[in-house]
């Protein structure tokens, strides 16, 4: 079972400890976070701020372990967003710690391995599209391909720590033997006949860019 897009301020300690209780719920969680700008989060009507997301990335990697795969859809350009704003976002998913306690004895310790990132578009009728201090678009496009950019370098960073390893894959073509692991990376064993839909291990022994390759366990 691999979950969705989860709300950040709805994702709890409940939905860690169904991960931990079912092993076939993948160790994957992909946040709709948007901004790691509490003023832009405010601006969007969004019910959380970013230290609360932090604590809960936190928790995760801590009790689900480091092959947790955190993903984020994020919103670049927001009415109003600013440099800071920006500077914001990037630091939250380059990996900078953040608070994870209001009194600061705690920090939170975790990094994201992919990413959907958006350039903000307009849509009539709604409150963002009549908002002051509408972003050029180039502006927009641009602050989506830097953050691009950051996620790549640890996404081939996240693949790189699976080598030596064993992985589950759930597999889609039969041809290549390509299909999607546990931590929602791809991999192509390098021998072997899988059928379509089914689970294999495989031991990994390289990478290229995100993608996995390797031999079947038997």
């Known amino acids: 079972i691999r979950l969705g897009s989860v ?7 409940a939905l860690l400890d169904a991960m931990e209780a079912h092993q076939n719920v993948c160790r994957h969680v992909h946040l709709s976070l ?22 809960f990335c936190s928790d995760a990697v801590r009790r689900l372990g480091p092959r947790l795969a955190l993903g984020a859809d994020v919103i670049c350009g927001f009415p109003g967003e600013t440099e800071e704003d920006f500077s ?3 630091s939250f998913l380059g990996g900078v710690r953040f608070p994870a306690s209001n009194d600061g004895s705690r920090t939170a310790d975790f990094s994201f391995s992919h990413l959907h990132a958006f350039p903000y578009s307009e849509r009539p009728g709604t409150l963002a599209a009549g908002f002051p201090r509408q972003l050029a678009k ?5 602050r989506a391909h830097k953050l691009a950019d950051v996620i790549r370098t640890k996404r081939t960073a996240f693949a790189k720590s ?10 889609e073509d039969t041809k290549t033997g390509r299909g999607w692991t546990d931590e929602y990376l791809p991999c192509e064993p390098v021998v072997g006949d899988p059928q379509r839909k089914s689970l294999i291990r495989v ?3 390289k990478v290229k860019g995100d993608t996995l390759f390797g031999r079947p366990c038997k």
Request: aromatic share 6%.
């Open 7 to 13: 709300e950040p301020g709805i994702c709890d300690a």
């Open 34 to 55: 948007q901004s790691a700008a509490d003023r832009v989060l405010a601006r969007m009507n969004r019910p959380y701020k970013i230290g609360q997301v932090a604590a």
């Open 88 to 90: 914001a976002t990037r």
């Open 138 to 142: 180039d502006v927009r496009s641009a």
């Open 162 to 171: 699976f080598v030596g390893k064993t992985v589950e894959v759930i597999v």
């Open 203 to 205: 031991f990994v022994t």
